[in-house]
Each structure stands twice: as C-alpha cells, then as structure tokens.
C-alpha cells in the first residue's frame, strides 16, 4: 500500500513539474551590449520573478500559458510584454538608459540621538574616468599608483607599484582579475603594473572586513574587471607615453551575440 501511495505522488509531482516552462536569456545595454548585473524580471500576477548574474543572464521558470514579465533596472527605461510559454523559450533584452530627471528633493529632520546601526565595509570605488584623469609617471597611467592615493594604502618606495595596505605586505593582498587569482602583477623592476587601464571595466578596493570567500589575506581584496566589448559596433584608443605605445580595438565578431 505504501509502495503504490508513493508511486501516486511522484507521478502527480512529475506532472506539475511538466506543466512548467523556462523564460531565459540576457540582458544588455542597448548602446553599449555590456551586460547588465541585477536586473529585475518578474511576473506581477504570479509574484515570480528572478534577477540576471554577473553575465547579464536570466532563468525565469513559470506556469505553462501566457504571462505579462516586466523588466526593471535602475536608470534604465523599464520593459513589459506578453509571453506565451506553450514551450521552453530563449529571449534577450536590450534596455535603453533612462533620460527621466528627477524632481528636486527637500530634506527636513530634527537632531536626534545619533545610533551607529551599521558599519559601512571598507570597499571603495576607484572610476575609469578619474584613473585616466590623475597625473601619471612617464605619461603611464598605472592603477596601482592609483590606489596608492587612497587613505590606508601606501607605496613600498618612490616610484614602485606594490600596495601596502594598512601596514600589510603587498604578499597579503589578494588581487582578482575577473575573479582569477593573480601573483605577479608588475614589471619593468617593479615601476608598473601589468594592467591596461583602457580595457578595464571597473576596480574596487576592500580594506577590510571581507567576506569569507576570500580568505588567505590578511591587508586587502583588489577586484578588477576587464570590459566585455562593444556588441554593436567598433570603437579604439590609441595612447602614447615615452616607454610605450597602446592601441585598444573593440568590436562585435557577431554583431549582438559576441564581441
């Protein structure tokens, strides 16, 4: 009696789980194709929804039949449309950044008692934009001078590249570039790093407080991200410096699929 009770409810499960359909897919930038981390994709009428991955991916799994999914992101123009989930189906989204501006916002509060609720982490931001913009040894632009500027970060001597973190060894820190680990990051003797500012993404700096998963450090996590490339259409740099010359080229191999 039990072996045919339990036959009945697997069966009944595996039905249910064949009335399901997968909506997946990725998310990009309509100008850029860089994909877009943390967009929202949901089904109002079902309370489902999902959020893309670093790759700018989706999975949404639904009931089979015809749904409304809206997709959400912040400073993007929000999308909606009707599906039919009679099978499972693949669909990319392309989001346009957002032109709204925002009303000005008045902020009144009277003085209370002050209550430290939380300690903010020790992670700060480095912006492209501003690394290209300092002054730089011999016309280089070099990401690890950069950081030398930030509070808590020192140079080993005049000149070289290594981080000294909160009176750590530069052997402490533990440098990711797209989430590989990486030793030996400078040469020319030590003056420059071996990081291309024109095909990085972003850099951020966690002094202090990091999550488990990146235990084996004991000064600091440097986490650099390289730039996707261009899907839609092709784009370079050109610098020049008096030890070295660049040339950056970004493009699609396969125009909205691969670059």
Avoid: C
């Avoid at 092709?234 to 125009?255: R, Y």
Wanted: charged content about 20%; aromatic content about 8%; glycine content about 10%.
């Amino acid at each position: 009696m039990k072996i045919k009770i339990a036959a009945v409810l697997l069966l009944i499960s595996s039905s249910l789980w064949a009335q399901n359909r997968t909506l997946s897919g990725y998310i990009t930038d309509f100008e850029t194709g860089e994909a877009l981390i943390g967009v929202n994709v949901w089904a109002p009428e079902l309370k489902l929804g999902t959020s893309s991955n670093n790759y700018g991916f989706y999975s949404l799994t639904l009931p089979k039949g015809t749904h409304v999914v809206r997709v959400t992101y912040l400073g993007y123009d929000n999308d909606q449309f009707e599906v039919d989930l009679s099978k499972n189906l693949e669909f990319d989204f392309r989001l346009k950044p957002s032109d709204n501006m925002l009303n000005e916002v008045n902020v009144v509060a009277a003085e209370g008692q002050k209550i430290q609720e939380q300690v903010q982490m020790s992670k700060m931001e480095v912006p492209i934009k501003q690394l290209k913009s300092l002054p730089a040894i011999l016309g280089e632009v070099d990401i690890m001078k950069t950081l030398q500027l930030l509070p808590g970060v020192q140079s080993g001597g005049e000149g070289t590249s290594g981080l000294y973190v909160r009176g750590g060894s530069p052997d402490q820190n533990l440098i990711l570039l797209d989430g590989v680990p990486l030793y030996n990051v400078n040469h020319l003797f030590g003056f420059f790093s071996v990081f291309n500012a024109d095909a990085i993404s972003n850099v951020s700096l966690t002094k202090g407080g990091f999550p488990a998963r990146y235990g084996g450090r004991l000064s600091s996590v440097l986490e650099i991200n390289m730039k996707e490339g261009n899907m839609n259409e092709f784009h370079g740099d050109a610098t020049a410096s008096l030890i070295s010359s660049k040339l950056t080229l970004e493009g699609p191999l396969i125009k909205d699929k691969a670059s």
